[in-house]
């Protein structure tokens, strides 16, 4: 098996026994990244949009870490405290993916590390 650990800098850093992303069979699938800035390591926005934006630019910084950009997204899940923020959150979201967009799954949870508000992971096509 194929199988890379993918770690980068320019992304929040895994906060548990996970890795950033990992690399097999043709596609890269990112851990669930929270509104963490890379560079303090502290939480980011006071609300849903606000930590959906700083995730998204998480993960495509992470993405550029391997030479990738947020078009090479194939599937992305979204989970959300309250779903009553979708629409604010899909506001945000569509603008990162404002053509071509992914396909996408959105789910309220009960609660997410850290209390954060919002989390997506990914999965990327190489």
């Known amino acids: 098996m194929d199988k890379s650990i993918i770690k980068s800098s320019a992304a929040p850093a895994a906060i548990g026994p996970y890795s950033q992303a990992v690399s097999s069979g043709g596609f890269l699938y990112l851990s669930g990244m929270l509104a963490i800035d890379p560079a303090t390591g502290e939480m980011v926005g006071s609300d849903a949009p606000a930590q ?11 993405l550029k870490s391997r030479g990738l950009d ?6 992305t899940t979204v989970f959300l405290t309250d779903l009553n923020a979708f629409g604010a959150v899909n506001a ?16 309220e949870v009960s609660r997410l590390p850290k209390d954060a508000l919002v989390e997506i992971e990914c999965i990327a096509a190489l």
């Open 52 to 62: 959906a934006r700083q995730i998204l630019l998480n993960i495509a910084a992470l």
């Open 70 to 75: 947020i078009e090479n997204i194939v599937k």
């Open 92 to 107: 945000v979201y569509g603008e990162t993916f404002s053509v071509d967009p992914p396909a996408r799954s959105c789910v």
